[in-house]
């Protein structure tokens, strides 16, 4: 039932992609649950006070998606890790714009540890990760882009391997080497 609606989801976005937006309306209720779940992940970890619903972030990423020029997703693990950004973007443009209102604020260090990337208490924090994870996609793309799957996305390894077309070891590899270049650039910040 999984490997059918899954592949359903490919054939759907594959429509969608040539212009089909009846595509499209199929396939939002089809995803739904698990944008729901990326964003319940996403909004654990923001500051307590944070404005955004969990219905609004799902609905501003697929709306971004839904945007896009191209949409080429070669698969619902594709996708997924599109929607990933998307949410990630969305998110950290919210948090600079509190950023830019405050005076003063100082930017707290970053907890990683192998579960969650961070720890957010405040804003700063998800700004902090971003400029990193921008860092070191100078450095590495697709270790930047594991990053980016793994935390904001929660795409599990064998996801990841398919998003990124690479082995699950070289998932694994990529993720230690980068959650500790995160820890090294991160706590110089602090």
Same mark, same amino acid.
């Given at each position: ?12 976005? *594959? ?9 499209? @309306? ?6 739904? =649950? ?13 500051? +307590?006070? #944070?404005? %955004? ?5 799902? #609905? ?9 020029? @191209? ?8 996708? %997924?890790?599109?929607?990933?950004? +998307? ?7 919210? +948090? ?19 579960? +969650? ?23 590495? @793309? ?9 935390? %904001? ?7 990841? *391997? =398919?998003?990124?077309?690479?082995? #699950? ?7 230690? %080497? ?13």
């Amino acid at each position: 039932m999984v490997k059918a609606e899954s592949q359903q989801i490919t054939q759907l976005l *594959a429509d969608w992609g040539r212009g089909n937006e009846f595509a499209q @309306e199929q396939l939002f209720p089809l995803v739904y =649950e698990e944008l729901r779940r990326m964003a319940r992940g996403y909004l654990r970890r923001q500051p +307590a006070g #944070h404005t %955004f619903q969990t219905t609004e972030l799902i #609905h501003e990423a697929y709306l971004k998606l839904a945007k896009q020029d @191209e949409k080429n997703w070669q698969n619902r693990a594709h996708f %997924f890790g599109v929607a990933a950004r +998307a949410m990630r973007h969305i998110l950290v443009d919210y +948090a600079r714009s509190k950023q830019s209102k405050k005076r003063g604020g100082w930017q707290e260090r970053v907890t990683l540890s192998e579960n +969650a990337i961070i720890s957010t208490e405040n804003s700063d924090e998800i700004v902090a990760l971003d400029d990193a994870l921008q860092q070191l996609a100078g450095l590495d @793309e697709r270790k930047s882009r594991v990053v980016e799957l793994k935390f %904001f996305g929660g795409l599990n390894i064998e996801e990841i *391997a =398919e998003v990124l077309k690479i082995s #699950h070891e070289t998932v694994k590899r990529d993720w230690r %080497f980068a959650r500790t270049w995160l820890l090294r650039e991160l706590a110089g910040q602090g």
